[in-house]
């Protein structure tokens, strides 16, 4: 079976800029969590997609942050505008529904300069 | 606001020694317990979970863990580590209710040859 796919792996950008980053979960699959992970901390959720709707976005800075999940699928995460502590790693998780096991991605590893 | 403590951040180990890494917890209802494991240039993967029954889990490539209500620890174990054990290693905690999957800070495990 295929597994989460995220893309870009790498991204480098100018503090200020925007940066989207994209998901997609394994089929069938009706939970979708982004997570940010700061080097040398563990994953810290940002924001949690039950289909299409949000269960969870407490973490998630709303004023520069934005996430959707339209069509209950695939997923874009959005960082507008960018600023140096954004560095890190935005990992993209699905689980078939919750309480069941968690599948990551690759990550997209974030350089702001 | 439930937390996961993971108490060492690095654990050095020769070949065939054993391994305890600590997790403990914090959070008033029923949880559902996990270790993860990243290897080296790899993704977040699963080691083993816990949901409910016998407490003393067994995971893959040896590994078990144990769930001791009382002390909210979910302690992982190995009797025998190899050189391919080289990694970082997750405790994270879901709510029963929601599966809010709330990680701890990682240790990396290095294992001398």
């Known amino acids: 079976e295929a597994g989460v796919a995220q893309s870009p792996r790498y991204k480098i950008i100018e503090k200020r800029q925007s940066v989207a980053f994209w998901c997609n979960p394994i089929?069938?699959?009706?939970?979708l969590y982004w997570y940010q992970q700061i080097l040398g901390q563990g994953p810290k959720l940002l924001i949690q997609?039950?289909?299409?709707?949000?269960?969870?976005d407490s973490q998630l800075p709303k004023d520069r942050f934005s996430a959707e999940r339209l069509k209950g699928v695939d997923s874009t995460l959005k960082i507008q505008p960018a600023k140096l502590e954004d560095s890190a790693v935005y990992l993209c998780?699905?689980?078939?529904?919750?309480?069941?096991?968690?599948?990551f991605g690759q990550g997209t590893r974030l350089t702001v300069v | 606001a439930q937390s996961v403590s993971q108490h060492n951040h690095h654990v050095i180990l020769s070949e065939a020694a054993s391994l305890e890494l600590g997790c403990n917890y914090s959070?008033?209802?029923?949880?559902?317990l996990f270790w993860y494991v990243q290897y080296p240039g790899q993704h977040l993967q699963l080691l083993l979970k816990?949901?409910?029954?016998?407490?003393l889990v067994k995971g893959i490539k040896g590994f078990e863990a144990e769930f001791i209500k009382s002390k909210f620890s979910f302690n992982l174990r190995k009797p025998s580590v190899q050189w391919s054990d080289t990694a970082e290693y997750f405790c994270?905690?879901?709510?029963?209710?929601?599966?809010?999957?709330?990680f701890g800070g990682g240790t990396r495990v290095l294992v001398k040859p």
């Open positions: 997609f039950q289909n299409n709707g949000v269960v969870d």
């Open positions: 816990y949901f409910s029954g016998d407490p």
């Open positions: 959070y008033g209802g029923t949880v559902n």
């Open positions: 994270a905690l879901g709510e029963a209710a929601g599966n809010k999957l709330t």
């Open positions: 089929s069938g699959h009706a939970t």
């Open positions: 998780a699905s689980s078939f529904r919750t309480n069941t096991e968690a599948f």
